[in-house]
């Protein structure tokens, strides 16, 4: 309408307003000037109506019409590399892939002894414990790797070191690998639920070893078994004699079983293991069985045997575990015999039992016979302040037997971890051990008791 009224308004200011024109037309002209100016007028207003009913021009057209023709976007192709993150990178291409690891963890403690008791490790120590860097992967058609070296007590160790295939229910594993000794010792030592693992596992040498494995997993069963030289740091040939190089040519076989029902919303575990080694030229040295007083910044082996003459070892042990919903509690007993040619066989013994609770709510991982981490559901930063789980541990070891006199240790360990995010966490524990027949003496006393203060920050990734 604004078109009709502007054309209409224009015509009649050009037949009044002009002086000339009023004097030449009279007035049956001017009547019909009026009559021309409103049809020209109705013309106009049909015109906008038409207009105003016609589609669009082509360049107005939605957006939609003028992409309809585009061809539809190519899917992504499976050899593209896609990257991801799990606490660290994620690399993939097909069936392969390639995640970056990493670990460190820095350890402080006080070590409190009885004020006769003069040895050095008393007191505060600290350290950083593990300096970790590797990766693992997939390299397709089920095979896969893993590839870890450690910075511990100023060396670079091998640490998980090995080649793997997997194929349905069979996995096989050739490299530096863990020799399925016990279910604290196969734990994570980020995934914990105390600093230090059983007193039994470091006083019998329990570690990572050469050796070809294979495991077998189907439902509730996992079946594991192995023939393993020495670790890795013992076979280097950067010294003579029968504790490294090629004079090192000891082996064993090692075994474990685990059933692993779940009953309801509770998760079961129940193991057995069994582990037999020879010596072989590693006889020719005499052997110990040792441990810390909890602290591992605190060097000193507050139990210790004398040096044994010994061909081999025989030993095996016993698993109970569970888990439901934030409560767990697992217990261990092992038994290792050391044979000595032509005298009787000394059989050290250790334990532990324990209970956990998450009180945060969320539960302990449990998968493949082992028990995980604790993943916080409200992490810091996301709405929540992360997990905290508390656990209780009572810690047995004796190395006393026959003729051998080594000490008795009964420890109660309590410990809180905080997990404020995923990958990351803090440690506090208390430990109180008691000793009996103590390498180290007191005063000339070899009954006493020790308080450890212990706490620990750690990255894994």
Known sequence: MYLTSRLAGGLAMCAISSPVAAQAINESEAA??????????AQVERLEARLGSAPPPLAQAPAAQSTAAQPPATP??????S????????????????????????????????????????GYSNELRRLRLGGE???????????????????????????????????VTLG?????????ELISDTGGSVMERAAFTDAFGFERRLGLSAQYRSGLLLAQAGIFSDSADSLTNDADGPDGGDENNSYGVDGRIVLAPKLGKTQLHFGLSGHWRDFQRLSETPQ??????????????????????????????????????????AGEAHWLRVSRPGLADPTFFGGYGEVGYVLTGESRGYRNGIFGIV???RPVGSGGWGALQATLRYDYLSLNDRDIVGGTQNAIIAALVWTPVEYLRFNVN??????????????????????????RAELDF
Do not use: C
Not at 84 to 95: H, N
Not at 152 to 158: A, E, K, Q, T
Not at 176 to 184: E, G, P
């Open 32 to 41: 019909e000037l009026r009559a021309q100016i409103a049809a020209l007028k």
């Open 76 to 81: 992504p192709s499976s050899e593209t590399t």
């Open 83 to 122: 990257i991801a993150w799990k606490g660290g990178p994620v690399f993939s291409k097909g069936a392969a892939s390639f995640k970056v690891k990493g670990r460190i963890q820095y350890d402080a403690g006080m070590l409190a002894t009885p004020h006769s008791v003069q040895d050095r490790a008393k």
């Open 137 to 171: 992967g997939q390299l397709g058609g089920g095979f896969g790797y893993k590839l870890e070296l450690e910075l511990s007590d100023n060396s670079v160790d091998l640490v998980d070191t090995f080649i793997g295939y997997e194929k349905g229910k069979w996995l």
């Open 176 to 184: 530096n690998q863990n020799a399925f000794q016990s279910l604290d």
């Open 288 to 329: 110990r069985y040792r441990q810390r007083a909890y602290l591992h910044s605190a060097n000193s082996r507050f139990l210790s045997t004398p040096r044994i003459a010994a061909d081999g070892e025989t030993h095996y042990g016993a698993e109970f575990a569970g888990v439901r919903g934030p409560l767990w509690w």
């Open 375 to 377: 993943k916080p559901a």
């Open 430 to 455: 208390y430990a109180r051990l008691d000793y009996s027949d103590a390498a180290i003496l007191a005063g000339g006393r070899k009954d006493y008791g020790v308080d450890v203060i212990a706490w």
